[in-house]
């Protein structure tokens, strides 16, 4: 009880840290939530990314958008995840539906124990957009033909690198601009309708 006590308070701040973080800067919000993570044995992180998908993730995945993602691939298309959560975390999704390449973000490691601190930069908006066109530019792939799905103000830079982005459940500033320019907006799969072309490509 007494435990509760001091929990709830302190769950309740940190709640409205991450939310602040999150409207200044994605990224900001990834390097401050990762850092939960010092201290923990590194050997254990693939058990918890499963356990953390079966119990919190995959109960809340659109099966439609999974369903939609398989037909695709089923098609000839590649799938990128290119997304900030940690690797380990997004490796569970990745596998169901045999993504192509997956491109997250990762912890540094000493003696055996995360540190709390990100490998390399926290991915946000413009990171999304750079990673992609290097990715397009090595596989050799066009993206004036791409899709690209996002939800978050953050995926904006990724979503105007390619020719055909899609604003999937967006949140409020993403909305706004997703209706400003005429972008198409997801809020269900119909994984009754036609892929698009097979030479394009999809990003998630």
């Known amino acids: 009880m007494l435990a509760r006590v001091f929990w709830v308070p302190y769950?309740?701040?940190?709640s409205?840290?991450?939310?602040?973080?999150?409207?200044?800067d994605r990224g900001l919000l990834c390097r401050f939530f990762y850092f939960n993570y010092r201290?923990?044995?590194?050997?254990?992180?693939?058990?918890?990314?499963?356990?953390?998908?079966?119990?919190?993730m995959r109960p809340r995945v659109f099966q439609g958008a999974i369903q939609r993602i398989r037909d695709?691939?089923?098609?000839?298309?590649?799938?990128?995840?290119?997304?900030?959560?940690?690797?380990f975390m997004i490796a569970p999704l990745a596998a169901e539906i045999d993504a192509?390449?997956?491109?997250?973000?990762?912890?540094?490691e000493r003696d055996g124990r995360f540190t709390g601190e990100m490998a390399g930069a926290a991915f946000n908006g413009d990171d999304k957009a750079v990673i992609v066109k290097e990715y397009a530019v090595q596989h050799g792939i066009d993206l004036r033909r791409s899709h690209a799905y996002g939800d978050s103000i953050a995926d904006?830079?990724?979503?105007?690198?390619?020719?055909?982005?899609?604003?999937?459940?967006?949140?409020?500033?993403?909305?706004?601009?997703?209706?400003?320019?005429?972008?198409?907006?997801?809020?269900?799969?119909?994984?009754e309708e036609k892929p698009p072309h097979p030479l394009t490509r999809l990003w998630v």
Do not use: N
């Open 39 to 56: 201290g923990r044995p590194a050997a254990a992180a693939c058990e918890w990314g499963k356990f953390a998908y079966e119990e919190y």
């Open 11 to 14: 769950f309740t701040t940190l």
């Open 156 to 191: 904006l830079g990724m979503l105007e690198s390619v020719g055909h982005p899609h604003a999937v459940l967006p949140d409020k500033r993403l909305r706004q601009i997703a209706e400003l320019r005429g972008w198409p907006l997801v809020t269900e799969w119909a994984i």
């Open 100 to 108: 192509d390449d997956v491109i997250a973000a990762d912890l540094v």
């Open 16 to 24: 409205v840290l991450y939310r602040l973080a999150d409207k200044i």
């Open 72 to 87: 695709l691939k089923a098609a000839g298309f590649r799938v990128v995840l290119v997304t900030g959560s940690l690797s």
